[in-house]
């Protein structure tokens, strides 16, 4: 058996939304339209639209099958409060519009309206139901909570792969609720073809297997990094959480963003590549600026800081007034030829603060080769979601990989080999 990838037990054995008959049934599908959303002129205003496109394919499918459609999801955190802001009803216009059919709207998501609304559905009808987050029990997977869900439920699908490791009423109790009636859960096409590409075509990858890793933290990847360890050829490593890794082999990283708790994971880390003879690359070369404190506050309270002067560092320490803020240009060469040769790449976490043009060559080198490696290599080009696929939209190269992800914290779990509760209660096989 191979080691490392292979899916969870679980995963591999369960239905999917092909295996069932939904015809005049009442479905009930669990999506992720966790959207960014921002207010202007006085109308919320979604900004990216992707994890409603990726839902159309298995909302075709339940049109086509002649089923009664039920969508359920939750926006932002609004910790069982109703929340104007945080209100699913712009999502159902966008939806309206992509799928070019009606989409009704239900101001709630349990409850005797909700539920006469849902039996007056005809086969193909859509309805969005209120974000279930303003109950306090969706995320404490309340089983009455549950089970008023599932009053609506004659089937139900989850597609909602970016929340499939929150074990919450609506992505796993409504799952046991249905169960224990004989009724069928069943995984949506967009969330089979996460599992496919997170979880199958990693579990015994073409190599050269490239992984490269960037975003702020060790912390969030390390887990995710001990187990590529046992299956990739090559780790590059990019984003601020290089820092952590410079320091824990003794170079000076000046004022960059470091988690100094996090040296000793770093420095097993580095030892664990060595001993298993896998390329493991940091950045030799680095885009640094001084930091300079402004009066003004961010969200947080912490003063905003401008950065001043960038220049390439080419030492390998960083002076102590200075910050790293991207990989330097003879890394970025190095890694887009390392990348070039890959049979297989998975890319999780931006090389720099790429929001700000300043520093965003890093990561766009790091795109473009991605890109190319797919488009003229044949590599299979999986990208973990998150910020790499907010990097490879603003380079225009979304099209040009094989598989972005729609999860964030999800495919990062999935990643680590850990067990999807939103995953795990779907019906077996
Ligand atoms: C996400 O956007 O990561 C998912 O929709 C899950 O949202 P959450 O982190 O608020 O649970
Ligand atoms: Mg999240």
């Not at 709207?105 to 006469?116: L, M, P, Y």
């Not at 912490?302 to 950065?307: A, G, Q, T, Y």
């Not at 003879?330 to 700000?356: C, H, Q």
């Amino acid at each position: 058996m191979a080691l490392g990838y292979v899916l969870p037990p679980c995963c591999m054995a369960k239905l999917t939304v092909n295996d069932i008959d939904v015809r005049n049934k009442r479905v009930f599908v669990r999506v992720d339209y966790n959207v960014p959303i921002e207010e202007k002129d006085g109308k919320m205003v979604i900004t990216d639209v992707t994890r409603i496109k990726e839902t159309l394919p298995t909302l075709d499918l339940l049109i086509n099958k002649g089923a009664k459609i039920i969508l359920a999801a939750h926006l932002g955190r609004p910790k069982g409060k109703r929340e104007p802001s945080m209100s699913l009803r712009p999502v159902a216009e966008k939806l309206a519009d992509m799928i070019v059919r009606h989409v009704a709207f239900a101001d709630d998501c349990i409850g005797e309206k909700v539920e006469n609304t849902a039996n007056a559905l005809k086969p193909g009808d859509i309805l969005l139901l209120e974000n279930v987050r303003f109950y306090a029990e969706e995320e404490a997977n309340d089983p009455v909570f549950a089970e008023k869900l599932a009053r609506v439920a004659d089937v139900y699908v989850n597609d909602a792969f970016g929340a499939a490791h929150r074990a919450h009423a609506s992505t796993e109790g409504i799952a046991r609720v249905v169960a224990k009636r004989g009724g069928q859960s069943a995984a949506g096409l967009l969330m089979e073809r996460e599992l496919k590409f997170l979880g199958e075509e990693l579990e015994s990858p073409a190599g050269p297997f490239v992984v490269i890793l960037g975003g702020a933290k060790v912390s969030d990847k390390i887990n995710v990094i001990d187990r590529l360890l046992e299956k990739a050829e090559t780790i590059l490593i990019g984003g601020a959480m290089a820092y952590t890794f410079k320091l824990a082999q003794g170079f000076k990283v000046g004022k960059s963003l470091v988690e100094p708790d996090k040296v000793e994971v770093a420095r097993a880390a580095l030892e664990k590549a060595k001993q298993r003879r896998i390329e493991f690359l940091l950045p030799t070369d680095n885009i640094v600026v001084t930091p300079v404190k402004t009066d003004k506050l961010d969200k947080k309270g912490r003063p905003v800081m401008n950065l001043e002067n960038p220049r390439t560092n080419a030492e390998p320490n960083i002076a102590d007034s200075e910050e790293g803020v991207d990989i330097g240009p003879s890394t970025a060469k190095r890694y887009a030829e390392v990348i070039s040769k890959a049979k297989t790449i998975l890319w999780n976490g931006p090389m720099g603060i790429f929001e700000d043009p300043r520093f965003a060559e890093g990561t766009f080198t790091v795109a473009r080769a991605v890109a190319n490696a797919t488009q003229k290599n044949g590599a299979t080009s999986i990208i973990g979601g998150g910020d790499s696929v907010k990097a490879l939209n603003k380079a225009g190269l979304g099209d040009k990989v094989t598989f972005m992800s729609t999860g964030g914290g999800a495919s990062l779990e999935f990643l680590e080999g850990k067990e999807l509760p939103g995953v795990a209660a779907l019906s077996n096989r």
